[in-house]
Structures are given as structure tokens and as C-alpha cells.
Nanobody, 122 residues
């Protein structure tokens, strides 16, 4: 049974940091790419970052590049999103996803977690 479980969300002031974690179980190598997306109230779900199996390839949206870092630990079935210099505009529900390629579209991913809330105050 496939399960993606996010944790680490919370409330932080602007300029602060948070680290999101996602435990991915029941997956095969055919869905080896991991991605983070986010969805703010009233907005579409948007791409944040993606990473390949080895961690040697990563890609970020322009809005988070230089502030966020995606990483993974395959031995622990974990993927992480380190978020620094947070801005109020980063407030959203953050979702972990697994898929067969390094896509930037939601449709590129097959499996999804239920999300974790990140709130950044002024």
C-alpha cells in the first residue's frame, strides 16, 4: 500500500525557517521522482521542487529558488524540503508527491500525501 505522509508544517514569522519531511512507503523505482507542491487558499496547486532518485538532479520554481532546498534519504524512505527566508507569500498547504519523472505539473505525479499547513506571518 502506497502512503506519503508529510510532517513539519507550522507557523513562523517572516524570515524564519521550517523543514518539511515526507515519509514515502510502498513505492517502487518506477515512481522514483519526488516533488513538493503547494496550494494557497483560492489558488491552484503549484510546483515547488523536484528531485531524482540519487539526489543528483533537483529543480525549483523561480519563487523559491535560493531559499528552499529539496533532499532525500532513500535508506529512510524520506524526502525533505528545507525552507529558509520564509515570506508571507509562502503560506500554503504543502504536498509531497511521487512520480515517474521530474515534472513541474501536478499531472506528472501519481501519488500524493494529504499535505501539511505552513503559515508565515508578517
Amino acid at each position: 500500500q502506497v502512503q506519503l505522509l508529510e510532517s513539519g508544517g507550522g507557523s513562523v514569522q517572516a524570515g524564519g525557517s521550517l523543514r518539511l519531511s515526507c515519509h514515502c512507503s510502498g513505492l517502487t523505482f518506477s515512481t522514483s521522482f519526488r516533488g513538493w507542491f503547494r496550494q494557497a487558499p483560492g489558488a491552484d496547486r503549484e510546483f515547488v521542487a523536484t528531485i531524482n532518485w540519487s539526489g543528483g538532479f533537483t529543480w525549483y520554481s523561480d519563487s523559491v529558488k535560493g531559499r528552499f532546498t529539496i533532499s532525500r534519504d532513500n535508506d529512510k524512505d524520506m524526502v525533505y524540503l528545507e525552507m529558509n527566508s520564509l515570506e508571507p507569500e509562502d503560506t500554503a498547504v504543502y504536498y509531497c508527491a511521487a512520480g515517474p519523472l521530474a515534472g513541474i505539473s501536478s499531472s506528472d505525479y501519481v501519488y500524493w500525501g494529504h499535505g501539511t499547513q505552513v503559515t508565515v506571518g508578517h
